[in-house]
């Protein structure tokens, strides 16, 4: 999968109530609202099974952005700390 490379697989998962799911099912959810608005339903009553559709599609997919946030926030640390590992002339401790 070209969203999450392999070496992804090593991390370990995001929790299922995180920033991104839970703000993505949201939107979702307020879609729904607003197209019940916009078609002149009851905003509520009206597509109850497309309120729960497209708030389990945002919620997954606010799942998998965290997880490619935390890829790639994981592949800069191992970047910069393999940077400091390899150049140790460049960060010396000011105690010394």
Known sequence: ???????????????????????LGFVGWVTAMLHNTFN??????????????????????GYYLTKRMDYIYAKMD??????????PEDFKVAGT
């Open 40 to 61: 002149q339903r009851p905003v509520i009553r009206a597509g109850v099974h497309r309120q729960i559709l497209l708030t389990t599609v945002g919620w997954f997919v």
């Open 1 to 23: 999968m070209a969203f999450l490379p392999d070496e992804s697989r090593s991390l370990p998962p995001p929790p299922l109530l995180n920033r991104g799911s839970i703000w």
């Open 78 to 87: 191992r970047e910069l700390l393999e940077y400091v590992r390899h150049h």
